[in-house]
């Protein structure tokens, strides 16, 4: 079983920055593609960015070049460094593991941008 423990979020400025941070138990964190989703209110959840065990990236179109996504096996965490932070950005934010088939989730952290 894995649990996922978001913190990181708050209330920003437009153009500000946050960073996130995902703290997992287990031991299988070095072996499994951790996400980033996010949900604003009224829609569904949707990708923000992923990172594959070997450190392969993928990022949705508009966090391109402003989010970047990395991990440290170490200390079993997963980070997300949002730049240049949006109004379109406020959602709450979910941390997602998979490994063998299997999708775990964090609880969320509630990301505010004000205009």
């Known amino acids: 079983q894995v649990q996922l423990v978001e913190s990181g979020g708050g209330l920003v400025q437009a153009g500000g920055s946050l960073r996130l941070s995902c703290a997992a138990s287990?031991?299988?964190?070095?072996?499994?593609?951790m996400g980033w989703y996010r949900q604003a209110p009224g829609k569904q959840r949707e990708l923000v960015a992923t990172i594959t065990s070997g450190g392969s990236t993928n990022y949705k179109d508009p966090v391109k070049g402003r989010f970047t996504i990395s991990r440290d096996n170490a200390k079993n965490t997963l980070y997300l460094q949002m730049n240049t932070l949006k109004p379109e950005d406020t959602a709450v934010y979910y941390c997602m593991s998979s490994y063998y088939g299997n999708d775990y989730w964090g609880q969320g952290t509630q990301v505010t941008v004000s205009s």
């Open positions: 287990g031991r299988f964190f070095r072996i499994a593609t």
